[in-house]
């Protein structure tokens, strides 16, 4: 049990109706949750609104009620507490009530479109080879020292957090690495955490579906860096157009990484091959078992976050030697009759650009680069053209197909990524709504030495389809297929 009083420690409150110094039992912002004395946070979503649901949480046993305009009538007995922004007063409320886990932990925290899983997966395996317990919260899993537990978002909700980064703690975690999306940044969910160090990897379109801008994308990632503490370091990818704008308002260490411009951190790509990379940072070379441009940025982020965390520079370069590619990201299979199988989250413009030009980057032009790739249903529907052009440009033929179609009609959405096709393109382009369909036939088109690119899902293990999750694995299905078609 703890304290009212105390777990609003830091809250932005307005008014307080009863008393504070009642006993609390659990913190939630789900009324189907509440408990007896239970605190019900009302939180204002873009679905639903948390103020329409404080009779049926106060019928459940909440004794307090955290909101941000106050009910026409008042329960006796319960306590409401009128705060400015519910968002932020659950942040700082999961941080009291778990006793502020994230001071004690070495925290860094990842932002921007493309490689944050990445580099939070590399740096907790890195750490973790380097003898140290480690802890991640990632779009792939959490990890606990050994522990995994199944993720279900980007950077889950201030509960969540809290509650694993204190796991963390209990479990004698010294370092833990996070990724903070935009999306966890506007909602506020790491408002009340400690950072030692944040890293900005690059911006490009994505999610316009729920910030009405640009610019406001850029703005809430760059906020991130702003409530960095002068103690921490502020990480950025400087050859980013953006990437010097997050340093702007930040009272963190400012440093910077790059391969095309002077900066703190410095890689030159030497070979780039399909079996790895063979890099100079700072002027010592290391061969890596990734792959790609866009890797050589992830790896240099890794390099000089290490190195900001006090390890040594040459021992952070040997351990990069070792590390393993992420699963989802660029992960590729052989099969019997020499075809190239490459599985990757790109579900963005960006980042499908930069996978479809490392492949060719590393390519003999002797083989078909045959892409499947789809567009998620119920977001940004701008970037829809614009991934089927950047496919049918840089592929030999592409298969546009379903990815997690959500509530909307797949056939739809494949229709509007064709509207995208160049008309001396449209010849190497089919559309077949069944994903699996469309990797059987992308499999059955490959010849000996072909390179077949499922871009989208990476990781996923499912698809999501009218409100259903149906098992679906990428890599798996490609395996299968390409071992039947072998024999």
Not at 44 to 67: N, P, Q
Not at 158 to 178: K, P, Q, R, W
Not at 261 to 286: C, F, H, P
Not at 404 to 417: K, L, S, V
């Amino acid at each position: 049990m703890s304290i009212l009083k105390d777990i609003l420690y830091k809250v932005a409150i307005e008014s307080v109706t009863g008393s504070t110094e009642i006993a609390i039992n659990q913190l939630n912002f789900d009324s189907r949750k509440v408990e007896k004395n239970d605190v019900f946070i009302a939180i204002r979503g873009t679905i639903s609104d948390g103020h329409d649901f404080i009779e049926k949480a106060i019928g459940l046993g909440a004794a307090a009620v955290i909101c941000d305009t106050l009910p026409t009538s008042l329960i006796n007995g319960v306590t409401y507490v009128c705060v400015k922004d519910t968002n932020a007063a659950l942040a700082f409320m999961a941080a009291n009530f778990y006793g502020n886990p994230s001071q004690k932990l070495q925290l860094v925290g990842i932002t921007g479109t493309n490689g944050k899983t990445t580099i939070a997966s590399l740096l907790c395996q890195l750490f973790k080879k380097a003898g140290f317990k480690v802890g991640l919260l990632s779009t792939v899993k959490i990890l606990v020292d050994d522990i995994e537990y199944k993720a279900t978002h980007t950077t889950p909700d201030s509960i969540t957090i809290n509650h694993y980064l204190n796991e963390m703690v209990d479990a004698g975690v010294e370092y833990c690495f996070m990724e903070v999306s935009s999306h966890g940044i506007h909602q506020k969910r790491t408002e009340a955490l400690h950072f030692r160090g944040g890293i900005f990897t690059n911006l490009s379109h994505d999610h316009l579906d729920y910030h009405p801008t640009f610019a406001e994308y850029r703005d809430v990632k760059k906020s991130f860096f702003d409530h960095l503490p002068s103690g921490a370091f502020a990480l950025t990818n400087i050859d980013d157009k953006n990437g010097q704008v997050m340093l702007q308002n930040t009272s963190a260490k400012k440093l910077s990484y790059a391969l095309k411009t002077y900066s703190d951190y410095k890689a030159q790509i030497l070979e780039n091959q399909l079996s790895g990379l063979l890099l100079k940072i700072n002027g010592n070379e290391v061969w890596v078992k990734l792959i790609g441009t866009f890797n050589a940025y992830n790896l240099l982020a890794i390099y000089g976050t290490a190195v900001e965390l006090g390890l040594d520079s040459l021992e952070v370069l040997r351990l990069m030697s070792e590390l393993e590619s992420v699963s989802g990201r660029f992960q590729y299979i052989v099969s019997n009759t020499n075809i190239t199988a490459i599985v990757d989250y790109a579900h963005t413009p960006d980042a499908l650009e930069n996978v479809l030009s490392t492949i060719n980057d590393v390519r003999t032009n002797n083989e078909q680069l045959i892409t499947v790739v789809g567009c998620g249903g119920n977001r940004d529907t701008a970037k829809r053209p614009v991934m089927a052009n950047i496919a049918s440009e840089l592929s030999d033929k592409v298969i546009l197909t379903s990815d997690n179609p959500r509530n909307e009609e797949p056939e739809a959405i494949i229709q509007e990524m064709e509207k995208g096709i160049q008309a001396q393109n449209f010849k190497k382009v089919l559309s077949i709504t069944d994903r699996l369909q469309a990797i059987k036939t992308a499999c059955q088109l490959a010849q000996p030495n072909d390179i077949i690119l499922i871009a989208g899902k990476g990781h996923e293990t499912y698809q999501e389809i009218k409100g259903v999750r149906h098992d679906f694995d990428d890599m798996k299905n490609v395996k299968e297929i390409l071992d039947q078609l072998g024999k």
